[in-house]
């Protein structure tokens, strides 16, 4: 199992995500909506991994189109280090591959994805098909 680690700029919202898979098999996914594009962020997951995200209290989750998830936004240094929402009662995550110590190599194997024209529900479904089941630990105040 490998452990991919990864934080925000002045590591305060530190990311882990454990996965079978090697960097390239993950990948790197560009979203092409106007927020990612804004953040050039790129982002990935494994659908069999565990995504454990530790962050203090007063971190900004920022929603927006069909507010089904929370981009996790340090309040600190302003990156975007993951992304969260639930399916069914689930948490489910990605994280900003820009953000991980094994980038260079995720960043080898890079998509553009476009979501624009998605429903809610198919995106829902393939949150929980593609992206990692999450946990936030929220550490002191
Ligand atoms: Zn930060």
New binding site residues.
Partial sequence: MNDYRGA??????QVSLQSTNGPGALGARDCDCSFCRLHGASWTSDPNGQLEISTSADVHRYQFGSKSSDFLI?R??G?VPAVVGEVAGRLFGVVNVNCMDAAAEMLKVRQILDFEEEQVEDRLARRARIWSPARVRISGL
């Avoid at 925000?8 to 919202?13: D, L, R, Y």
């Fill in positions: 925000c700029h002045c590591g305060s919202i340090c600190e240094c990156v």
